[in-house]
């Protein structure tokens, strides 16, 4: 903080016109002298760069990558499974009878083709048979059983008793199949999530009348993610009603409950950038409680899926506090926690409660309080210069800085101090044990430093826009 | 078969007392032999005499209480390798790339007994090459001492400087002992 004299102190004091003229002209050569920096006019092309670098890091061999994904459709999808052995089936069991009865079928073939369809020039050749026995396989398998091709020696219809015993199991197999995979769907409301676009996602535990805002300001700053998925036990209608409208939100709804595991692995959370858990009115009556222990419980099981993942909970009952820290939430949210802050400035310093309530509740589009990315290329700057920059270049008001602190790192905090063999020991029986050996990355602000305050790339600018 | 004074001059505790000196040491020291895995000094046990290796590779360990799969076991963990350089091992020693391993001309292990009556070992020694080596009894060194002061001085700095380099150690382990504790209590 700055810790210069208050402002008031200096009221009283007379400010002549040459003072003011030399304030100025500093701040004007402090804006000339930042414009001459080079790597300014080098940020455009910089941030273009890195976008295009990441993008490219991002693609891969299309080949491979097609055929992973075949082979992902295959494994997941029982369907596809039992339809793809049938196949098999039948192209084996075509290609054997060809063989077996090929002068039959070949006969067959003149006979009730007739010279209008041939591969061969002037008569069948063994690709008019194959397809001739492919055709009476499929009448076979499919249970229709024209009768106009049949096996002719024992040999042959031994093989297609075989076939038809086969066929008997994979028909039901294939039809439980389809059926299981339709029970599926109308149980869990499953439309299956395409994982590709999760990657970095909001996912959303819990229902409450809060959700729509906070969508809404989600909504409306670009930056921010633009895929959600809400997990909560909700009438599906009421979900809809509500997520209906947002242009730039992608928002999935899985109607399931966010305590289980495998419903928070069903929303990817292991690959989520922020994971918020809300107090829970799914189903409640308007004058029951929600139940927070599911907040609590939800984040261990959060940190338990992924360390790296920012938890976000909201609760009521500060009790739940003490327990949501040792669960390792990152950001713990209470409401009315500033109330008397409010009410006090009221008395205090009226119009800073205005002031705060429209810098909060701004959901006009790219507007009010943001967090925005220092350019790599300004890391190591002084605050009035980074303050310049935005001011100069975008006409935003920097107010200050979202630092992200690495938690602490006991392996860190040990350094080389002592044996390395009790050092080693520590780690393993701590690892063993399944104790992290350094707690969470936090986020800590630093509002209106000295001038000289250093950047480094852990911050990020807190603007007013 | 005694050890030259050279040899004796050697090892690092020895290395600023004069020649002659080194000489007297080597009159009241046998060199022995003995085989790879044999062990030379055990934890816990008390003694008397410094070990004096002169070729070859010892691993120090340590007895250690940790948590397996099936509970709580106590496991022998090597702390480090002291190596000879002058001359090296006979056989090729123990190369495995988590214990460090230090090289001297050649070394001393149990130097406390130089200065303590009983004093007790604090780790297991074994060979893990073919070792030549010898011992020297604490009531020897001091009748060395007493017919010579000039000796002890430079061997009890040395003894002395071992000694707050391992308090020093022990001061380290214990803060990370606690830090670790106080974070798996908070955990």
Known sequence: MNTEAPFDQDLDKEVTSTELDEVLDANKDLY??????????????????????????????????????????????????????????????????TILEYDMFYNDVIADVDGSFTF?????????????????????????????????????????????????????????????????????????????????????????????????????????TSVIILVNETDKDIIQRAIAGYERLDITHIPENFTNESVLRKAFLDKAGT?????????????????????????????????????????????????????????????????????????????VPQFFDDLILQEEEDKGLQEVRIPKTLSGQTHNKISAFYKFKYGWLLVGYAIRKAGFSLDEQMGESGSPLIRNMIKEQLDGAGINL???????????????????????ALVLR | MNPTPEQIQKINHFSKVHIDMCAKIA?????????????LLTEGDTGDTMVLVFQGQVEVSKNMMVKTASGFATSRKPIIRLETTDPRPAADPETEPTVFVVEAPAFGIGE????????????????????????????????????????????????????????????????????????????
């Open chain 2, 27 to 39: 009159s009241v020291v046998d060199i022995e032999e003995c085989e790879p895995k044999e062990q």
């Open chain 1, 438 to 460: 350094t707690s969470d990355e936090h986020v800590i602000v630093e509002i209106n430093p000295a001038d000289d305050y250093k950047i480094d790339e852990k911050h990020s």
């Open chain 1, 32 to 97: 000339n002298q930042l414009n001459q920096i080079p790597e300014i006019e080098a940020i455009e092309a910089i941030s273009i760069e890195e976008d295009i670098a990441s993008e490219s890091e991002k693609e891969s061999n299309p080949l491979s990558e097609f055929f992973s994904r075949v082979q992902g459709f295959y494994n997941d999808n029982e369907l596809v499974r039992y339809a793809s052995w049938a196949l098999v089936l039948i192209l084996l069991s075509t290609t054997a009878l």
């Open chain 1, 120 to 224: 061969g020039n002037t008569e069948p050749n063994w690709l008019d048979t194959f397809f001739h026995t492919f055709w009476w396989s499929i009448v076979t398998f499919t249970t229709v059983g024209y009768g106009d091709v049949s096996p002719v020696t024992h040999l042959g219809k031994f093989l297609t008793i075989i076939i038809m015993l086969l066929n008997f199991g994979v028909v039901t197999l294939l039809g439980g199949a389809v059926a299981s995979v339709l029970v599926a769907q109308r149980l869990t409301g499953d439309d299956t999530l395409d994982e590709n676009k999760f990657e970095g996602h909001l996912v959303i535990a819990g229902w409450n009348k809060t959700v729509p805002s906070i969508l809404n300001l989600i909504d409306s700053n670009k930056d921010s």
């Open chain 1, 275 to 351: 994971f918020m858990i809300l107090p829970d009115n799914s189903g409640l009556l308007p004058h029951e409680d929600p139940d927070e222990d599911k907040t609590v419980l939800t984040c261990l099981t959060a940190k338990s899926i992924s360390e790296a993942c920012n938890v976000i909970a909201h609760v009521l009952d500060v009790e739940n506090v003490s327990h949501l820290q040792r669960a390792n939430a990152n950001e713990i949210v209470i409401p009315d926690e500033h109330v008397p802050h409010l009410l006090a400035k009221h008395v205090t310093d009226p119009g």
């Open chain 2, 112 to 187: 406390f007994s130089l200065v303590l009556d009983n004093a007790i070992r604090t780790a297991h020694v074994n060979a893990t090459t073919p070792l030549k080596y010898g011992i020297l009894s604490l009531e020897d060194f001091t009748n060395i001492v007493k017919d010579n002061p000039e000796i002890g001085g430079s061997v009890y700095f040395e003894v002395a400087k071992s000694a707050v380099n391992n308090l020093a150690t022990a001061s380290g382990d214990i803060s990370n002992l606690t830090q670790a504790f106080f974070f798996a209590l908070t955990r």
